[in-house]
């Protein structure tokens, strides 16, 4: 990937972080807030290389961490494992297709959902976990699907981050 191409990808992860973390909490109610380093995670899972692609999962995933509120380390493990699934599967599928983008993302925000899920009932004796994050899911899912579509038809999307 060239500089100008990594510094735009960059402001990109700026720019949709702070979005994600000071604007939409103040218009949108929780459950229909999108999860953009989710949607970012999935589309390098889908075009970036396996090195910088992973290193760059976990590292959403730490930030996502940070802002959530939750415990240090969750969504950078399920952000991890859904790229490597994703990983693997993505060299025998085209990549390039716009609807299996918007399926990746809301079967990943299930899957990330799970396994956050799972690993709070495991690690927590909070007693409402699971009813509490049960009754967001299907809003949290319809709308990460909605801004995968919407980002599906940007022109930028056709692109290749780097060779695999």
Known sequence: MSRQATLLFICLIIA?????????????????KPDLLLIIMVYISLRGSFGAGATM??????I???FSGLYLGLNAATFLISFLVIRSVSDRLYADNAILF???VAGVTLAVFTLNLLLLIMFTTSPGIAYSMLSDIFPHLLVNAFVASIVSTF????CQLEAS
């Open 64 to 66: 996502s961490d940070v």
């Open 16 to 32: 949709s972080i702070v979005i994600q973390v000071s604007l939409l909490p103040v218009f949108i109610r929780p459950p229909f």
């Open 57 to 62: 999962a976990t590292l959403l995933g730490m």
């Open 102 to 104: 918007v399926l990746t």
């Open 155 to 158: 022109p930028v999307f056709d």
